[in-house]
Each structure stands twice: as C-alpha cells, then as structure tokens.
C-alpha cells in the first residue's frame, strides 16, 4: 500500500533537488581535489535531499510521529551520506580526469549518483522494517524504467562519439599558441559546449524520473514486517 505523504515527500525533495543543483551547480557532485563554492554547494544539497529521503522513509500517515526527532536524525544521515559520496565522486574524478573528456566524465558523474541516489533510496526504505513482495502492476514502471536507462546510454555513446571528432577543439590554450582560431573553430567550441549543457539536462531529468519511480516501485511494493514497530 502506498504512504501518499511519503510518496509526496520524496517526489517534491527529488524534484527540488534536480533543479536546484542545475540551476546551481550543473551536476551536484564533491571533489576534494576541487574543493570550493560548488563543493560546498552540492555537499548542502545531498545532506537536505537525504535528509528529506529518510523524513519521507518514516513518517506516517496518521502523523504520530516525532517530526523534529526523525528530521535531526535524517540530517545526521544526510551528513553521513554526503560525506561518503564526496569520497566516491573523488575516486570516480581521479579516474575519468585523466581521459580529458567532459561527457565521460559528466556521464561518469551521472552514473555515479543514479547508483548512489538509488542505494540511499534502498537503504531508507529498509529503514522501515518492511518486506518488499513484486506486485505484477509495477511491470509497467519497471520497463519504463529500463527504457529510460537504455535511451539515456544511448545518448551518451551517441554525444560521445561527436565528442571525440572534435576533441581537437577542446584545448582552448594549444588552439592559441597555434593561431588557429577561426569562426570555425567557434562553431566548433560552441558545438562542444552545447552537447556538454545538453547532456548535463537529459542527466538531471533521467534521475529525478528514475528516484522518483524508484520510490514508488518499493512504496508500492512493500508490507509491514513488524506492525508494532
């Protein structure tokens, strides 16, 4: 059975929280090699999104709840789970740095937080002592799901591969040395710079979609364990 204030909750914050950090920041990712005012930013946004993921996980419907009591503690996970992203995205950046290609690594980014995003979602849920029983309904939500995924790493090799004919493009300092700089050439650093923002939008869309299906898959999907807890 559905909890519609926790499905709210979770819909809104996920919402927010896509919009925001395009707005804001791009991509709402922690690097400690690059540690400055998006930094501070992102870690700002992942504490108050996780910490409305598990309000979300535990409040009721008939609202008994200790509200002040579950958001303290959810903020206290929210800084937890900040930190331990900003140690993965510090990893994972060190690794894709190196290739010197904005949508591997903005791909890179993306995954990153679908894997992390949903693994918290999964872990907030648990929180609720509850079994998770597949209801055949949700077959619909899950091939949508799938399908979204799959369209999404089919934009990417599609981007990526026009990515790589102009990479050429991309050393803004060596096209200077050389005097080679032309209206093509802009076209061309426009063109790289247009399929960086497009990118970065269809990433934020997919998963504030994907959270937010996610969500209902295990709200629906789930039965109390312990009706006393």
Not at 20 to 29: A, D, E, N, R, T
């Amino acid at each position: 059975m559905i909890n519609s204030k926790s499905l709210t909750i979770a819909t809104i914050s996920t919402i927010l929280f896509g919009v925001l950090s395009k707005w804001l920041v791009g991509i709402p990712y922690m690097s400690l090699k690059h540690f400055d005012l998006y930094f501070v930013i992102s870690f700002v946004l992942w504490v108050i999104y996780s910490t409305s993921l598990y309000v979300a996980s535990k409040i009721k419907c008939n609202g008994s709840n200790n509200f002040i009591k579950i958001s303290f503690n959810g903020f206290i996970f929210g800084i937890i789970a900040s930190c331990l992203k900003t140690g993965i995205d510090s990893l994972v950046l060190l690794i894709v740095e190196e290739t010197n290609n904005q949508i591997l690594s903005t791909f890179a980014m993306e995954i990153v937080i679908l894997l992390f995003g949903s693994l918290m979602i999964f872990a907030f849920m648990r929180l609720q002592k509850k079994k998770f029983t597949w209801d055949k309904s949700l077959n619909k939500v899950a091939i949508i799901l799938g399908c979204l995924i799959g369209v999404y790493a089919i934009v990417f090799f599609s981007l990526n591969s026009k990515y790589q004919t102009l990479t050429q493009y991309t050393d803004v300092n060596a096209l200077a040395e050389s005097s080679n700089i032309n209206l093509n050439t802009l076209m061309e650093m426009q063109n790289i710079m247009q399929y960086s923002k497009t990118f970065t939008m269809l990433s934020m869309i997919v998963f504030v979609i994907f959270f937010i299906g996610l969500w209902f898959i295990l709200e629906k999907s789930s039965n109390e364990s312990n009706h006393n807890s």
